[in-house]
């Protein structure tokens, strides 16, 4: 165990699965159908889902598949979260939770990148799958419990937030960018709109699709 290893697994507080239970279901009761929240809690449902396929992969091969699977559904969501989600907790007085927020995510990156270097066949490989798990337990037990709950209550532009998440996740998952729509008039953009128009049909055209087969396995399988 490395000592980012031994750091990580010091400060996961160990809340209990009944409390995480809790969590999601206090988060469910604040989302309205279809939007930022509802979406958020789908994925973490398909995350929850692709640690436990992980952990059961017996094989190599199915390890390495699993691997892919929870890595489209993770970066997916954390990226819609890193662009959309934490700017509106920090721009809506909880800058101290979007740090932590965006640390917790980045450490957890580096670990995904250490695993994808661990031999699929040692034991070293489900014990950091294990330390993972465990870490993005906790952070999306910090979301549902206190994070998105405080976005919800206090964010005005919750249809912003909702379109936006959506556009960030499918653009990395399904690699579309939704249909283009103006800028909402509450975030008004501060760099040249017509420089950038060209760069954005490029970025448009090269986003072809990220794992599309993970991705379709991972979705098929996760719960609500
Ligand atoms: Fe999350």
Known sequence: MSIVDKVLGAITPPESPDARAKATDKARGAAAPGDWLSMA???HGQIRAAFER???A????DRIAAFKALATVLNGHALAEEVVLYPALAKNGEKAHASLAYTEQTTAKMQMAELERIDPADEAWHDKLEHIQ????HHMFEEEGTWFLELKAKAPDQAFLTRRYAEEYGRYVLGVGGPPTAPAASEPRTFAAEADTALEEV???DAGPLQLGARTQDEAGGPA
């Open 203 to 205: 970025g448009r055209n």
């Open 54 to 56: 992980a952990q059961a």
């Open 134 to 137: 465990g870490a993005v337990l």
């Open 58 to 61: 017996a094989s190599a091969e």
């Open 41 to 43: 809690l789908d994925h």
